[in-house]
């Protein structure tokens, strides 16, 4: 047998079966399937060698890799060592606590106004006093509210546009549809790297806590993850009154070199910061639970207020978390709902028992009693208040009736609104009446 490699001449011959004898040019070689046998095994041994000498070399240039990492997280701030280098540097570079001056003369009926020009004047965001109103009224009564409505009507831009009214800018977080538990928002210890990682909601509630200004977080689109789940900790936390009582834990326990207003892995959820969502209703979100509807404050924008000429252009402010709540105390002191209402209210309550099987506890009483004077103060009036409030929290639950059932009493509903509070004064609840009965 003869076989031509590159010019150059071999021949092949085959003894017996056993012993090959091979001829390449004048040299002659005499193999047997043993010697074969052992090549092989020493081929395999030579790369095996070569593999684990390649796997040593890759893991001690990673351990020196890892090494270096930890070292640059643990970097020295204010002389420790820390494995949340961005909060650590924050105490470095603050005091303990920082006032925040208020304008003089402020009440929130001048705080409405002199927003809505800011934000008309200055960003060119136009919305209606009655909206304005709605706004800093539900930020007296929870420090959750939701933003809902059509695409484009100013959700996130209003609530962008306050913190930047108060010269404290808003952080927008988008929320991502992955979000599952409290590590989503506030970050996660790397094992890797040596250090935390600290997301803009953790840094943003350890700087609220140095301060008493007011704080506002925007969870953009906050229904495209379940937010029970990933929020669930924070509306249980905002439910205690003592703000002590409000612990987070970001770490499962404490380490040296910990920022000096954090105890064992944990920080206080400070009182000045708010959250607000905004919300779509498509078929890329979930729909919002009760338990976070109920705990929240919501406001409905699903149109955009007409341009308008500011007389009196007016600039950024400054007002303390303390002295908004001041304003808001002393508004539920000098107006309390009405007799009146609080009938109209019983009344409608009564019906929606009877008729739907529907009512409503003492957390959403307790929201109304907060928000209408709130609203009042804000400028607006009692009847407008509670036709916001009611079209919102209570007539909202009829979402969850059988809809047929609801489109064929929807008339009975309305007329009962117009007995109990006054023809046309509930203008909101029937357009929502009406929503409900057309989409049923």
Known sequence: MEFQLSGTHMQLIKIKGEINMYTLGSVTFFTSNAAIAVYIVILALLIAVIAFTTFLDIRKKNQFRKQNNLENAEKEVNGKKTRFPELSEFDKNHKDFEKEPTKEGLTLSSLCEEFRNYAANDLHLYYSIADIRKFIASLSVS??????????????????????????????????????????????YNEFTGKFNETMILEKLYEASFSNKMFII?????????????????????????????????????????????SHGKINLPDNVWFLGTANNDDSTFAISDKVYDRAMIMNLNSRAEPFKVSVP???????????????????????ISDKARQQIKELDAFLVHKFHVTFGNRIMMQIDKYVPAFVACGGKEAEALDDIISKKILRKLESQNPVYVRNNAEELIAKLDEVFGQDVMANSIDYIHQLANNG
């Open 314 to 336: 007016t600039g950024t402010i400054q007002i303390s978390f303390d002295r908004f709540t001041e304003l808001v105390d002393e508004a539920r002191k000098s107006i309390q």
């Open 218 to 262: 925007i969870l953009d689109e906050l229904n495209i993850a379940r937010v029970e789940y990933y929020f669930s900790e924070f509306l249980s936390l905002l439910e205690l009154p003592a703000t002590s009582e409000r612990q987070l834990i970001v770490a499962a326990a404490g380490a040296h070199g910990d920022p000096r207003k954090m």
């Open 143 to 188: 420090k959750i509210m939701i933003l809902q409505g059509m695409s484009g009507t100013g959700k996130t831009s209003i609530a962008v546009a306050f913190g930047k009214f108060i010269n404290n800018a808003s952080a927008v977080v988008p929320v991502q549809p992955m979000w599952k538990e409290r590590s989503d928002l506030l970050g996660y």
